[in-house]
């Protein structure tokens, strides 16, 4: 099994930054690729970006491109979006998510593991 833990979210002002860190432990080298998503309150879990253990291909929604950058270190046990130029509709829960297929598609229904969220607030 896998457990992952985020950490790092917060309130932050509209073109603040902030970086969230997910902490994998367990069985982590059954993880093909780690992932961001995020809710908002009413709205279905949007996927946000996804790093690839393979080759450590990034991709992310158009909404973030340019402003978030997804990373992960050498050990593959803390993967990290930082995120820049926050505006208010990047208001939401932070999920951080595992998947055990090789080259997952951007739905939460390809990632098997989660974690419990982190709240990420821009407003001023």
């Known amino acids: 099994q896998v457990q992952l833990v985020e950490s790092g979210g917060g309130l932050v002002q509209p073109g603040g930054s902030l970086r969230l860190s997910c902490a994998a432990s367990?069985?982590?080298?059954?993880?093909?690729?780690m992932g961001w998503f995020r809710q908002a309150p009413g709205m279905e879990r949007e996927f946000v970006s996804v790093?690839?253990?393979?080759?450590?291909?990034?991709d992310y929604v158009e909404s973030v491109k340019g402003r978030f950058t997804i990373s992960r270190d050498d050990a593959w046990s803390t993967v990290y979006l930082q995120m820049n130029s926050l505006k208010p509709e990047d208001t939401a829960v932070y999920f951080c998510?595992?998947?055990?297929?090789?080259?997952?598609?951007?739905?939460?229904?390809?990632?098997?593991?989660w974690g419990q969220g982190t709240q990420v607030t821009v407003s001023s």
């Open positions: 790093i690839s253990q393979i080759d450590g291909t990034t």
């Open positions: 998510a595992a998947s055990l297929t090789p080259r997952p598609r951007a739905v939460p229904n390809y990632f098997h593991y």
């Open positions: 367990g069985r982590t080298s059954i993880i093909y690729a």
